[in-house]
């Protein structure tokens, strides 16, 4: 089942702040998330287990609310480069990989 | 450069026709994951297979077949084509299929005409 995503886009300045959200109906193993520029194929930016735990890399991070099926990827201090398509992807029981609609994130000077 | 590769890059073909997509996986990497994408729309997953079994099928049609071989590489086949499986189609692989990260190849471009 394909995990929803929000907002569909977001649109920022240069150094301001971002969160994506992704919320699945069904027990999650884990959470992905990607980012996909314009005419580029996906890039993965982190995994998130079961555990809650939370993972950062320089100024994106993300969560991960196991029992309430919840991920959140926080951008902090957006640069130009973080603009594009974000997607989470979820694994459960089913041994495959779904993705939500995508966030397109925006970052202007 | 993720490793996966695929091929042909571009195909343009015509209604009722039969095309094949091929993909080879990052050295090492046991899972492949085939995805359908429409033009900016989202990642729909099709079909998945691990260490040359089917191992997750999505919203794959009949008309659409797939395998991965004992070397790994993965070969889609869509037959009957119809004007709406014009998309990009991407093919991941990841080394155990779950708990890993997926690498995209560049993608396929079908256009039917």
């Known amino acids: 089942q394909q995990p929803v995503q929000s907002p569909q886009a977001v649109i920022l300045r240069e150094g301001e702040d971002a969160v994506i959200n992704c919320s699945s109906s069904k027990a999650l193993y884990s959470v992905h998330w990607y980012r996909q520029k314009h005419g580029e194929a996906p890039v993965f930016l982190m995994i998130?287990?079961?555990?809650?735990e939370q993972k950062g890399h320089e100024k994106i991070s993300a969560s991960f609310n196991e029992k309430k099926q919840q991920s959140s990827l926080y951008l902090t201090a957006s640069q130009l480069s973080y603009s594009g398509t974000y997607f989470c992807g979820t694994e459960d029981n089913n041994n495959d990989m779904r993705f939500g609609a995508g966030t397109r994130l925006t970052v202007k000077p | 450069d993720s490793g996966v590769t695929q091929t042909p890059k571009h195909l343009i073909t015509a209604t009722g026709q039969r095309v094949t997509l091929r993909c080879s996986p990052r050295?090492?990497?046991?899972?492949v994951y085939w995805y359908q994408q429409s033009l900016d729309q989202g990642l729909q997953f099709l079909i998945q297979y691990y260490n040359g079994e089917e191992r997750a099928k999505g919203n794959i049609l009949e008309r659409f077949s797939a395998q991965q071989f004992p070397d790994l590489h993965s070969e889609l086949n869509l037959s009957s084509l119809e004007l709406g499986d014009s998309a990009l189609y991407f093919c991941a692989s990841s080394v155990q299929g779950r708990n890993s990260p997926l690498h995209f190849g560049n993608g396929t471009r079908l256009t039917v005409t």
């Open positions: 050295s090492g990497d046991l899972s």
């Open positions: 998130l287990l079961k555990g809650g």
